[in-house]
């Protein structure tokens, strides 16, 4: 188990230059905007506007702070995410944009290389101990409100807001809130056959 603390998240500019994002984690861990194999991600949205283009990239979007906003993505029919909507995935390689419904968004952004791996993002709001199966070949947890306590094989560790962590492996983990909190649990894997 890896803990990361909010603390040490890198800070960069997006791709398109329109804004910061907070790298959480990436995969290889040295790896560039142009590389990864996977990435997770928080960025403040300000503005409206077009997303940056991830040719061969999937990628699933989650509202952590503010009232919204209205995705338009080709293809689709525009779609409005809020705080309670569940995480969206869809191709990072297509024209989309964001129109806010009523200031500023933070969004957590999880993405993977089409063909290499693929994910799955879960909210999970709870006040008691939950498990996760720990089959996949990665498995982050992002404490996003309240504080947690991750219990895996023989490491505990203690996840404020904000903070992450990574297994690797297959270890399930107990997740067990101080009172109630509100996290992400994404999984990364091979792909399906």
Not at 2 to 9: F, G, V
Not at 87 to 116: E, H, K, Q, W, Y
Request: one cysteine or more; glycine letters at 8%; aromatic letters at 4%.
């Amino acid at each position: 188990m890896k803990i990361l603390r909010a603390s040490t998240y890198k800070r960069m500019p997006w791709k398109n230059g329109g804004g910061e994002t907070v790298e959480i984690a990436v995969f290889p861990e040295s790896a560039s905007l142009a590389d990864f194999d996977w990435r997770v991600s928080m960025a403040t949205v300000a503005s409206d506007g077009p997303f940056s283009s991830f040719p061969g990239i999937d990628r699933t979007l989650s509202i952590l702070q503010g009232n919204g906003m209205r995705l338009m993505i080709e293809g689709r029919e525009p779609i409005v995410m809020t705080g309670e909507t569940a995480p969206l995935p869809f191709p990072a390689d297509v024209a989309t944009s964001a129109t806010l419904l009523d200031g500023p968004i933070v969004d957590l952004n999880v993405m993977t290389r089409r063909g290499r791996l693929a994910h799955t993002v879960r909210r999970l709001a709870t006040d008691h101990p939950q498990t996760v199966d720990g089959t996949a070949e990665a498995t982050l947890i992002l404490c996003h409100g309240g504080a947690v306590r991750l219990a895996a094989a023989e490491e505990q560790a203690d996840l404020a807001a904000g903070d992450t962590a990574i297994l690797e492996g297959s270890a399930a983990v107990t997740i067990e809130p101080a009172a109630s909190a509100v996290g992400f649990v994404v999984t990364i894997d091979k792909p399906a056959a």
